[in-house]
């Protein structure tokens, strides 16, 4: 009889295939896509547009000193026009989403933007529409901004701003290149900004959101290495934070990141982030693809030793960093993959567990200093309680 771990890594490993074919398929239309496309909404400085409709949407910040505040931002209506001539006619194809193509877009001020088109179809039409939901009422530092959308045609597209140093994905797959090796303090940065981002979807926000595909070729980095969440196609919002989801809607997430949880339920729950979240420090740590296709191997399967016992992250530390790490932050970082990825999704902890840990444990890094009068025994519930030595 198998077990349900093999049955998770068969169902992780058909979606994969599936994955890849879907890519090649993209792939072989490149030359011949001719989607309908619908306008996208932009900020008001790239102007000289066709006459646009403002939209005001509020939603909830966090200050760098830790207090919420509500802000309003507004967003422009484009007409179809209008993406035509910025994307000159969708000329430049950058990507490819499970739902959508992705055109670089240069606006009359001459910044860049990226404009995510989805295909003509009733399923792609409510992606863009929950897309859409979802990205009127967030804004984060690091979280993409959302320019705009246009809905003028059958089609939807989401306009964005354009993030110039590619993905986390691509930066640690080519590593090998002169320059271009993420640092120990960097990667504990990226680590940090994108417990951030994800606690701001989880708790910052009147209607909680589950992102749903947390991985790390959407992880965005700027051109100062910074961290920019994107891709919320397969994102819920409401205000349970446990969505039983319908039956017209394929599983959330990718092969290597997905909560087997989830896979063997179908409930979705912030702490399938919280398991995706795992894989990406995993990723951080070693340097490895959380699904090797040519091997077909999951990275939870092959760090599995250093699930069982954190310190044992050193023998595995990415070898591109050349020894150049804090033993103490990378065993601390394995404690919270660790319980990140518990096969019990109930004993894994929240992010705004990870993020005051993340504040706590490693040092490389600099933070915002607390407000004062703060007071550390306020901040004991969240803090998480090592599997390994406690150091």
Not at 144 to 153: A, T
Not at 191 to 210: G, R, V
Not at 233 to 257: D, E, N, Q
């Amino acid at each position: 009889m198998p077990t349900a771990s093999d049955q998770t890594l068969s169902l992780q490993l058909l979606q994969a295939s599936i994955f890849h074919f879907k890519m090649a398929f993209f792939k072989f239309l490149k030359l011949k896509i001719s989607c309908k496309s619908n306008p996208v909404v932009d900020d008001v400085e790239h102007g000289s547009l066709s006459t646009k409709t403002m939209i005001t949407s509020t939603h909830d910040q966090y200050q760098p000193d830790g207090s919420q505040m509500s802000t309003t931002s507004s967003v422009n209506r484009f007409t179809w026009k209008d993406m035509e001539n910025v994307s000159r006619n969708f000329s430049e194809i950058i990507g490819f989403g499970g739902f959508s193509v992705v055109y670089l877009a240069k606006f009359p001020d001459s910044t860049l933007g990226v404009l995510k088109k989805h295909c003509d179809s009733q399923r792609h039409r409510e992606v863009f529409k929950r897309e859409l939901e979802v990205l009127l009422h967030i804004r984060h530092e690091n979280i993409v901004k959302f320019l705009g959308y246009c809905d003028e045609k059958d089609e939807g597209i989401l306009v964005f701003e354009y993030v110039s140093n590619g993905t986390l994905h691509d930066k640690l797959r080519h590593e090998g290149q002169k320059g271009s090796v993420l640092s120990w303090r960097r990667r504990m940065s990226i680590a940090y900004q994108l417990a951030q981002a994800i606690n701001y979807l989880h708790t910052n926000f009147k209607f909680q959101i589950i992102n749903g595909d947390i991985k790390s070729s959407n992880v965005l980095l700027d051109e100062k290495l910074n961290c920019k969440l994107c891709d919320f196609g397969s994102a819920k919002i409401g205000f349970s934070s446990t969505i039983v989801p319908s039956s017209k809607i394929s599983l959330m997430g990718s092969v290597g990141y997905m909560d087997p949880h989830y896979m063997r339920t179908g409930i979705a729950s912030k702490k399938n982030d919280v398991y995706s979240y795992g894989v990406i420090i995993l990723e951080l740590l070693t340097g490895l693809e959380a699904f090797c296709s040519e091997k077909e191997q999951l990275l939870i399967s092959i760090a599995n030793p250093v699930l069982q016992d954190p310190n044992k992250v050193l023998e595995m530390i990415d070898t591109h960093l050349g020894g150049h790490f804090y033993a103490e932050e990378a065993i601390a970082m394995a404690n919270i993959a660790a319980l990140c990825l518990h096969k019990d999704s109930t004993q894994r902890p929240s992010m705004s567990d990870i993020v005051y840990t993340i504040k706590e444990k490693i040092q490389s890094i600099s933070f915002v200093p607390a407000v004062e009068g703060f007071k550390n025994a306020n901040m004991d519930k969240w803090k998480i309680k090592y599997i390994g030595h406690e150091r």
